[in-house]
């Protein structure tokens, strides 16, 4: 089945940076738009950017926009989410799934902290 493998968050500043990755396998990953959605204590998951399967077309949630970036590179059946000027309300939990039903099994998530 297919496995999605987030990797790359971690503790970080307020005004910080990270770049989150999704490792995808087992799927046609070149015919699926992808996104990030993540998840806080007592929240529920929420989509935070999504990215064509060209990656020619890519939406970011309000929160979000004009701070992270989603890209992709088909040849290495990779997703990323660059996140800069983090805030302590961008701590959650960071996922990568298909942008649209059926979703696939969840992976691990990676977790984000941004605290001073």
């Not at 990656?55 to 701070?67: L, M, Q």
């Not at 996922?95 to 902290?113: E, I, K, L, S």
Request: with cysteine; net charge positive; charged share 15%.
């Amino acid at each position: 089945q297919v496995q999605l493998v987030e990797s790359g968050g971690g503790l970080v500043q307020p005004g910080g940076s990270l770049r989150l990755s999704c490792a995808v396998s087992r799927m046609s990953f070149s015919s699926n738009a992808m996104g990030w959605y993540r998840q806080a204590p007592g929240k529920q998951r929420e989509l935070v950017a999504t990215i064509g399967a060209s990656g020619g077309t890519t939406n970011h949630a309000d929160s979000v926009k004009g701070r992270f970036t989603i890209s992709r590179d088909n040849a290495k059946n990779m997703v990323y989410l660059q996140m800069n000027s983090l805030n302590p309300e961008d701590s959650a939990v960071y996922y990568c799934n298909r942008d649209g039903a059926p979703m696939f099994p969840w992976g691990q998530g990676t977790q984000v902290t941004v605290s001073s």
